[in-house]
């Protein structure tokens, strides 16, 4: 029994010898773990795309056209060659950088210009804003009474002036949304889908107004094309919607027209409006005279 005690014992002392020594040699590395750690730390660290100057390079590149892209038109309707030309030397210089592998250089120009080109999107977007906020006023009213209206002519255009309407707020949080994370290019974009969206509305409320007109009559009133039904300036910001310039589109427009007063002259015979003219013109020739 005495044995069996001591022996018991003896396993004890040795068992608690060796858990002190491991709780030790714990307690250790740790610490030294702790020491090792801060130099193994930056490998842990996530790596920022931006810092490699190539990568840094493509992405200002893409973003530099996406703006250059949807200011082309805007600039050049409005007066801004100018802008137009600086900002297509610049990114011509950056292109030339970039197609050499120079990539910080290229990244830095890049930069540079769509810093300036998000000024100029910027701008015009905020003027696009200001007529889309106003002409919106001016139609959603106008529609909602032409519903209210029983007896006003034109309700088959309702649904469509009011699907035009959805699209343009939709494109009007779209454009916030651009916006808000810094793509002024983009902003620009929704900004005139938005005011085209309210253009094509305006177009079907003036038709309502109007009811249904014979051919003649579109061509006295020189009711022809979708444009008739907008102002002067409207048209500008129209084709400027449609990424168009709004020079050469107002001569496609002029010879658009001639070629339907052409057709109508050949199968009537007549000028749009011969027939009111000589009726008015019957009992005073001199007037008539005059007017050639």
Known sequence: MKLFLRSFFSIRTLVSVILVSLVAFTSSYSQEAKKVAPSDSPETKPTNSNVDPKSRAYSLRKKSWVSLRYLRTSLLNFGKKADWDTSLADYSKAESSFQRGEWEPAGNQFQTLKTKLDQLAEAQAKEVFNRSDALEKDIQP?????KLNTEAPGKQYIPVMEKHLQIYRDTWQAAKLER???????NLYFAKQGLLQLYKAKILLEKSKEGKLESEEKLSKNKVL????????????WDDCLEVLNESEEKN?????????????SRTGKKPGDGKNNAGTTNSPTSGEGKK
């Open 253 to 265: 427009r002029q010879k658009e027209k001639q070629a339907i007063i052409s057709v109508y002259q």
């Open 180 to 186: 808000e994370i810094g793509n002024q290019g983009q």
């Open 226 to 237: 979708e444009t008739d039904y907008l102002t002067p300036e409207e048209v500008k910001y």
């Open 142 to 146: 106008k529609v909602v009474d032409l």
